[in-house]
């Protein structure tokens, strides 16, 4: 199929039993969820799926699960950072042999070296694969490591299955960056807000966002990204300062208050592995009477 | 006092000859500003060296701009300053010289918790009581940024607290300044203080204090209206414009701002120091850097 990616793209957290094991039967509910509460793709496992808790081998099995959950009815991206490229690559021949639709890649962690490690990481990722490639940059977890406007535009002039950016900056300056070096290259190059700061990024030309709080309020992100779409600034404000507030609470430990939030939810998934906390009940307390206070409660879907 | 408006507001260079400020070219370079689409003057901004001006020089500078624009449009003044009383003696000379409003950002060098902004502001906010605006730019300040709690703390103080001008570019941190802002006092304004005004103005900015007004008030004017009628797809390519004026200016400051206004027919004297004059290499790359962009062509040559 064609890839498009456009409108709010949901990354499922990680379902997990009480002894932190994988919840197989959980982790299909909820991508099956996402799916039908509208999710326009589904990409996993990215930091809020514990990405960095779980075993290469977890991820291979769980990507697996996703892509068989999905079933074609929506684009399927699998994000393949981890700490040691070699691990990396790995994933990326298992996306493709799993029948992915496209990977994501962060710029490699830790380690501080020049840019141009960036753009030859990129070269020999997406040229690893024949799956489209996704790009993340996130300058503000990654101490300053970010991609530049210049260095997206050779990438794209060099790979041709670079398709898109996860830009989490929140940055209008380095958004717009990016932007406006792609497009002129690549015209249905898509800018993909980190998480759904829908509002400034599909005014500056943005594409969508990968999703944050999906799991708990799918509603509110669908309707944010249409009033956006239809340039109903207006309304788009009012959803967007909503959902601001619950990023809020959510971004403190993520994706721990994330997952008790979903407790509330009626969809529980689990704890959070080590050594992130799990929500303690004080906190899921707290976070209810938040879900409530911005009407969460009453316009959102209950269980599964 | 709350009916005062931001607006599109200019922040004009400050020319200098050997013996001090050139008023003379200070009161045709308002003129130019007034002929050309500024609402309101806000004087003197960094644009304007206002760090490299005594005490005296900023008061005097203040009495010969109100008095020049003799009530055509409104100064704003900046009263920027370390020290909380130095800053509150100049926010009350501004208000007795006549000044519509003031500006103030964190106080320099200190890098004061939350608290002691609070106390630094509404000192100043008392000291002169007029349509106050405080001006978030962290990036130039140590990364000392005006939180939210502050902000709302300072709406309980100081019932002159009009709003705040932003500099971060940060979609996270505006959307939630605006939010329990207005949640506090909806007619709070927030204010871009950059030209990324699409982003600014899909997320509720309702003015813009531009330093590129110097040398694009053109663009700078049809960017703001287009933006103010949010019809940001129209705007995009002035934006893009913008941006790539701001990038280059950025990394060459005021030295930058004031070659580039020389080229256009209006000199407005070098720097002072610490501040170098930009050498003729750098200036003449800058030249040509802007003669690139479109926008420009159609800019304003000389005074009038």
């Known amino acids: 199929m064609t890839l498009v990616l456009k409108g709010v793209m949901q990354s499922p957290v990680t379902p997990l039993k009480r002894d932190f094991s994988p919840d197989y039967e959980t982790f299909e509910k909820l991508v099956d969820f996402h799916v039908r509460t509208g999710a326009t793709a589904i990409s996993w496992p990215h930091h809020k799926a514990e990405s960095h808790n779980l075993t290469i081998a977890e991820r291979k099995a769980l990507a697996e699960v996703a892509i068989k959950t999905v079933a074609k009815r929506v684009p399927i991206s699998i994000h393949v950072s981890a700490l040691a490229l070699e691990d990396t690559f790995d994933l990326a021949r298992h996306a493709q042999a799993s029948d992915a639709d496209a990977i994501i890649a962060i710029t490699p962690y830790f380690w501080k070296y020049p840019p141009e490690a960036i753009y030859g990481h990129f070269v020999r990722l997406g040229t690893s694969i024949d799956l489209p490639l996704i790009a993340y940059n996130s300058p503000s977890y990654l101490a300053g490591v970010e991609f530049t406007g210049e260095m997206t535009a050779r990438l794209i002039q060099r790979l041709p299955n670079f398709v898109a950016m996860k830009e989490?900056?929140?940055?209008?300056?380095?958004?717009?960056?990016?932007?406006?070096?792609?497009?002129?290259?690549?015209?249905?190059?898509?800018?993909?807000?980190?998480?759904?700061?829908?509002?400034?990024?599909?005014?500056?030309?943005?594409?969508?966002?990968?999703?944050?709080?999906?799991?708990?309020c799918p509603n509110l992100c669908v309707e944010l990204y249409r009033s956006c779409a239809d340039e109903n600034w207006e309304r788009a404000r009012e959803l967007q300062y909503k959902l601001s507030q619950l990023w809020l609470?959510?971004?403190?430990?993520?994706?721990?208050?994330?997952?008790?939030?979903?407790?509330?939810?009626?969809?529980?998934?689990?704890p959070t592995r080590p050594p992130l906390p799990t929500a303690s009940p004080e906190r899921i307390k707290f976070i209810e009477k938040r879900l409530d206070e911005l009407g969460i409660l009453q316009t959102e879907p209950h269980g599964w | 006092m709350t009916a005062f408006k931001f607006g599109l507001v200019h922040a004009p260079l400050t020319p200098f000859s050997e013996s001090g400020v050139d008023y003379e070219r200070y009161g045709r370079l308002l003129d130019f500003h007034m002929r050309h689409g500024a609402e309101g003057l806000a004087l003197p901004m960094h644009a304007g060296e206002s760090v490299s001006l005594t005490a005296e020089e900023r008061q005097a500078l203040v009495e010969f701009a109100i008095s020049h624009v003799g009530g055509r449009v409104p100064v704003i003044v900046n009263v920027s300053e370390a020290g909380t009383a130095i800053a509150a003696s100049l926010a009350a000379h501004a208000k007795r010289a006549g000044a519509s409003a003031l500006i103030a950002s964190v106080p320099y060098y200190w890098t004061p918790p939350q608290a002691m902004l609070v106390e630094h502001f509404a000192a100043i906010g008392e000291a002169g009581v007029l349509p106050f605006f405080v001006f978030n730019s962290p990036s130039e300040m140590s990364e000392v940024e005006i939180g939210s709690p502050a902000v709302v703390n300072l709406l309980d103080r100081l019932p002159n607290f009009a709003g705040l001008i932003d500099s971060s570019l940060d979609w996270q941190y505006m959307i939630e300044?605006?939010?329990?802002?207005?949640?506090?006092?909806?007619?709070?304004?927030?204010?871009?203080?950059?030209?990324?005004?699409?982003?600014?103005?899909?997320?509720?900015?309702?003015?813009?204090?531009?330093p590129l007004a110097s040398i694009s008030p053109r663009l700078v004017r049809e960017l703001y209206n287009i933006c103010r009628r949010e019809s940001y797809k129209e705007a995009y390519g002035l934006q893009e414009d913008?941006?790539?004026?701001?990038?280059?200016?950025?990394?060459?400051?005021?030295?930058?701002?004031?070659?580039?206004?020389?080229?256009?027919?209006?000199?407005?004297?070098?720097?002072?120091?610490?501040?170098?004059?930009?050498?003729?290499?750098?200036?003449k790359t800058l030249v040509e850097q802007l003669a690139l962009v479109h926008s420009m062509k159609v800019e304003p040559r000389g005074w009038t």
């Open chain 1, 168 to 216: 989490a900056s929140f940055n209008s300056e380095k958004f717009f960056e990016i932007l406006r070096a792609a497009v002129p290259l690549r015209p249905d190059f898509a800018m993909i807000a980190g998480v759904e700061y829908l509002l400034p990024s599909v005014a500056l030309g943005g594409a969508g966002s990968y999703s944050s709080a999906g799991a708990i």
């Open chain 1, 249 to 270: 609470i959510f971004r403190d430990q993520y994706p721990s208050s994330l997952k008790g939030g979903c407790v509330i939810m009626g969809r529980p998934v689990g």
């Open chain 2, 177 to 210: 300044v605006v939010t329990v802002a207005r949640a506090a006092r909806p007619d709070f304004q927030f204010v871009s203080g950059t030209e990324y005004m699409i982003s600014a103005g899909a997320i509720g900015a309702t003015g813009l204090l531009s």
């Open chain 2, 242 to 283: 913008a941006a790539i004026l701001f990038r280059a200016l950025r990394d060459v400051g005021v030295p930058g701002l004031k070659a580039a206004a020389r080229s256009f027919g209006r000199d407005c004297g070098n720097p002072r120091p610490p501040l170098p004059a930009l050498d003729a290499a750098t200036a």
